[in-house]
């Protein structure tokens, strides 16, 4: 594959639960849909950065970022939406189809663009349709999944792909964002290997 069009797409729903408002909660500076913005942006890879919500001040906060906005209606922003669907949903909204499609969490604020141009590269390399990253331990961190475009569709669990390991915490608590500001800069996040 010649270097392919890559799209990266942000669920950020307002209505989170466990930890309010939590996309927009301040680590290092700034609000956490910041840094998964960002990691899109200094990717070698990505071209596009989608941010999809149905929420006015991440919406805003992510053109200020540089994101583009994919408006999310009601029925998929709710504590039973499943992510995958709002993936599709931005990726059926596109101007053009990309080859790949990237989904980031912005609640993982420690991966960067060397973790998703690592798990890219590792995609395009083992010719996979898809490559989802996991922690230390291997299991499925959801920070980041990287699919070829007509996998996003997919109604069936994927039998080719690959894993990528990042060393990174998703934030679900006011104590994740204490421990990240006193554990972690982000000049030093992302200490990650495929």
């Not at 609000?31 to 913005?37: E, T």
């Not at 996979?128 to 669990?157: C, G, P, T, W």
Request: charged share 25%.
């Amino acid at each position: 594959m010649e270097k392919p069009v890559v799209y990266a797409v942000i669920p950020a729903r307002g209505g989170s639960k466990r930890l309010p408002r939590k996309n927009v909660q301040v680590l290092w500076g700034k609000p956490l849909i910041y840094w998964a913005v960002r990691a899109c942006q200094q990717s070698s890879y990505i071209s596009e950065c989608y941010v999809s919500t149905e929420d006015d001040e991440i919406a805003s906060l992510a053109g200020q970022f540089g994101a583009k906005l994919i408006r999310r209606p009601a029925q998929l922003a709710g504590d039973a939406a499943f992510k995958q669907d709002v993936i599709v949903h931005a990726a059926k909204s596109f101007a053009r189809k990309p080859d790949l499609v990237v989904s980031l969490q912005a609640n993982s604020p420690e991966v960067r663009a060397a973790d998703l141009d690592a798990a890219i590269a590792k995609l395009i390399e083992s010719d996979r349709s898809e490559i989802f990253s996991v922690d230390e331990s291997l299991l499925q961190n959801a920070a980041f999944r990287v699919m070829k475009y007509d996998y996003v569709f997919q109604k069936s669990l994927s039998t080719y792909c690959g894993v990528f390991v990042t060393r990174c915490m998703d934030v679900h608590t006011m104590e994740d964002i204490e421990f990240l500001e006193q554990n972690s800069h982000p000049s030093e996040i992302g200490n990650s290997h495929a």
